[in-house]
Protein backbone atom coordinates (compact mmCIF):
# COMPACT_ATOMS: atom_id res chain seq x y z
CA UNK A 1 0.00 0.00 0.00
CA UNK A 2 1.48 3.61 -1.15
CA UNK A 3 2.73 5.24 1.87
CA UNK A 4 1.77 9.05 0.41
CA UNK A 5 1.27 12.19 1.46
CA UNK A 6 -2.04 15.03 0.23
CA UNK A 7 0.72 16.92 -0.98
CA UNK A 8 3.35 14.39 -2.10
CA UNK A 9 2.59 11.27 -4.09
CA UNK A 10 4.34 7.95 -2.96
CA UNK A 11 8.07 7.62 -4.34
CA UNK A 12 8.37 3.98 -6.34
CA UNK A 13 9.91 3.04 -3.13
CA UNK A 14 6.83 3.52 -0.77
CA UNK A 15 4.83 1.74 -3.68
CA UNK A 16 6.55 -1.33 -4.34
CA UNK A 17 6.60 -1.95 -0.51
CA UNK A 18 9.98 -0.62 0.68
CA UNK A 19 13.18 -2.33 0.87
CA UNK A 20 11.86 -5.79 1.47
CA UNK A 21 10.70 -5.80 -1.51
CA UNK A 22 13.81 -4.45 -3.19
CA UNK A 23 15.56 -7.50 -1.47
CA UNK A 24 13.17 -9.46 -2.66
CA UNK A 25 13.83 -8.26 -6.06
CA UNK A 26 17.21 -8.40 -5.58
CA UNK A 27 17.71 -11.82 -4.18
CA UNK A 28 15.58 -13.10 -7.23
CA UNK A 29 17.59 -11.32 -9.83
CA UNK A 30 21.17 -12.81 -8.27
CA UNK A 31 19.36 -16.20 -7.66
CA UNK A 32 18.49 -16.20 -11.44
CA UNK A 33 21.69 -14.86 -12.83
CA UNK A 34 23.15 -17.69 -10.73
CA UNK A 35 20.89 -20.58 -11.79
CA UNK A 36 19.47 -19.82 -15.47
CA UNK A 37 22.37 -20.36 -18.29
CA UNK A 38 20.46 -17.92 -19.93
CA UNK A 39 22.62 -15.13 -18.07
CA UNK A 40 25.62 -17.16 -18.27
CA UNK A 41 27.71 -14.16 -19.54
CA UNK A 42 26.61 -12.04 -17.36
CA UNK A 43 27.37 -13.99 -14.09
CA UNK A 44 30.86 -14.52 -15.70
CA UNK A 45 31.50 -10.63 -15.14
CA UNK A 46 30.71 -11.45 -11.29
CA UNK A 47 32.59 -12.71 -8.61
CA UNK A 48 32.54 -16.12 -6.37
CA UNK A 49 30.38 -14.53 -4.10
CA UNK A 50 27.35 -12.23 -5.08
CA UNK A 51 27.18 -11.18 -1.75
CA UNK A 52 28.66 -8.12 -1.54
CA UNK A 53 26.72 -7.64 -4.73
CA UNK A 54 23.24 -7.99 -3.84
CA UNK A 55 23.97 -6.14 -0.38
CA UNK A 56 25.26 -3.01 -2.93
CA UNK A 57 22.46 -3.36 -5.50
CA UNK A 58 19.84 -3.46 -2.44
CA UNK A 59 21.22 -0.15 -1.38
CA UNK A 60 21.64 1.09 -4.69
CA UNK A 61 18.07 0.33 -6.13
CA UNK A 62 16.51 2.11 -2.68
CA UNK A 63 17.87 5.14 -3.03
CA UNK A 64 17.50 5.47 -6.69
CA UNK A 65 13.69 4.49 -5.77
CA UNK A 66 13.37 7.32 -3.57
CA UNK A 67 14.08 5.02 -0.49
CA UNK A 68 17.05 5.79 2.16
CA UNK A 69 20.00 7.07 0.03
CA UNK A 70 22.46 5.11 2.94
CA UNK A 71 24.34 3.91 -0.64
CA UNK A 72 24.61 6.98 -2.47
CA UNK A 73 25.82 8.17 1.10
CA UNK A 74 28.85 5.67 1.30
CA UNK A 75 29.75 6.09 -2.29
CA UNK A 76 29.80 9.85 -2.90
CA UNK A 77 30.31 10.62 -6.47
CA UNK A 78 29.65 7.39 -7.33
CA UNK A 79 26.88 6.27 -10.27
CA UNK A 80 26.58 3.04 -12.27
CA UNK A 81 29.03 4.00 -14.53
CA UNK A 82 31.46 4.60 -12.22
CA UNK A 83 31.03 1.99 -10.26
CA UNK A 84 31.27 -0.39 -13.34
CA UNK A 85 34.49 1.72 -14.90
CA UNK A 86 36.32 -1.17 -15.13
CA UNK A 87 34.09 -3.86 -16.65
CA UNK A 88 33.55 -4.76 -19.86
CA UNK A 89 29.72 -4.32 -20.86
CA UNK A 90 28.40 -4.91 -24.16
CA UNK A 91 24.80 -5.05 -25.91
CA UNK A 92 24.61 -8.80 -25.13
CA UNK A 93 25.51 -9.05 -21.16
CA UNK A 94 23.12 -5.36 -20.82
CA UNK A 95 20.76 -7.30 -21.96
CA UNK A 96 21.28 -10.33 -20.39
CA UNK A 97 21.09 -7.90 -16.69
CA UNK A 98 18.02 -6.22 -18.29
CA UNK A 99 16.19 -9.48 -19.08
CA UNK A 100 17.12 -10.99 -15.87
CA UNK A 101 16.37 -7.83 -13.82
CA UNK A 102 13.28 -7.82 -15.86
CA UNK A 103 11.74 -11.46 -14.64
CA UNK A 104 12.76 -10.42 -11.10
CA UNK A 105 10.71 -7.14 -10.89
CA UNK A 106 8.00 -9.33 -12.43
CA UNK A 107 8.31 -12.41 -10.29
CA UNK A 108 7.85 -10.21 -7.27
CA UNK A 109 5.69 -7.40 -7.77
CA UNK A 110 3.62 -8.38 -11.20
CA UNK A 111 0.94 -9.82 -9.40
CA UNK A 112 0.54 -7.01 -7.23
CA UNK A 113 1.54 -3.94 -9.42
CA UNK A 114 1.89 -4.48 -13.17
CA UNK A 115 1.96 -1.29 -13.80
CA UNK A 116 4.99 -0.45 -11.37
CA UNK A 117 6.75 -3.49 -12.68
CA UNK A 118 6.14 -2.42 -16.20
CA UNK A 119 7.72 1.05 -15.09
CA UNK A 120 10.60 -0.17 -13.05
CA UNK A 121 11.58 -2.90 -15.69
CA UNK A 122 11.47 -0.44 -18.47
CA UNK A 123 13.76 2.20 -17.20
CA UNK A 124 16.22 -0.04 -15.28
CA UNK A 125 16.63 -2.03 -19.07
CA UNK A 126 16.96 1.80 -20.55
CA UNK A 127 19.94 2.17 -17.69
CA UNK A 128 21.61 -1.08 -19.03
CA UNK A 129 21.63 -0.73 -22.06
CA UNK A 130 23.24 2.58 -21.82
CA UNK A 131 26.01 0.69 -19.96
CA UNK A 132 26.83 -0.83 -23.03
CA UNK A 133 30.28 -0.14 -24.86
Known amino acids: MPTATATRPATP????????????IVERFYDLMDSDPAYARLRALHATDLAPMRTSLAGFLAGWSGGPR????????????????GVRIDAETSAEWAMAMRDAIVDTLGATD????????????QMARGMAR
Do not use: K, Y
Not at 13 to 21: A, L, N, P, Q, Y
Not at 70 to 85: I, T, V, Y
Not at 114 to 125: F, I, K, R, T, Y
Open 114 to 125: PEMAGALSDVLE
Open 70 to 85: DWFEANPGRCMMSAHQ
Open 13 to 24: FERIGGRDTIHQ
